[in-house]
């Protein structure tokens, strides 16, 4: 079982950064990969950006060239940096684990606000 809790969330104004965290405990050498969500009110929950355990990174094309996805030596937290900040970037931010094994579940993060607000 994987236990994941975002951190890092809140105001900023367009043109600002925030960097989010995703620590993970648990079984983390379960995990395959590790990825940020996002959803903003009546829209569907959308993959942002995604890193495997051997380091391969994707991005959706609306975050490309401003955000960045990295994780720590120890492999336990997941980052989301953020700049370039837009309004319609504004959303709760998911982080989410996928198992290595076929037929084990995922685990999702309680969430964290961002908002992008003059």
């Known amino acids: 079982q994987v236990q994941l809790v975002e951190s890092g969330g809140g105001l900023v104004q367009p043109g600002g950064s925030l960097r989010l965290s995703c620590a993970a405990s648990?079984?983390?050498?379960?995990?395959?990969?590790m990825a940020w969500y996002r959803q903003a009110p009546g829209k569907q929950r959308e993959l942002v950006a995604s890193?495997?355990?051997?380091?391969?990174?994707n991005y959706t094309d609306s975050v490309k060239g401003r955000f960045t996805i990295s994780r720590d030596n120890a492999g336990n937290t997941v980052y989301l940096q953020m700049n370039s900040l837009k309004p319609e970037d504004t959303a709760v931010y998911y982080c989410?684990?996928?198992?290595?094994?076929?037929?084990?579940?995922?685990?999702w993060g309680q969430g964290t606000q961002v908002t992008v607000s003059s």
């Open positions: 989410h684990s996928v198992p290595r094994r076929v037929g084990a579940s995922d685990s």
């Open positions: 648990g079984n983390i050498f379960s995990i395959y990969q």
């Open positions: 890193i495997t355990s051997g380091g391969r990174i």
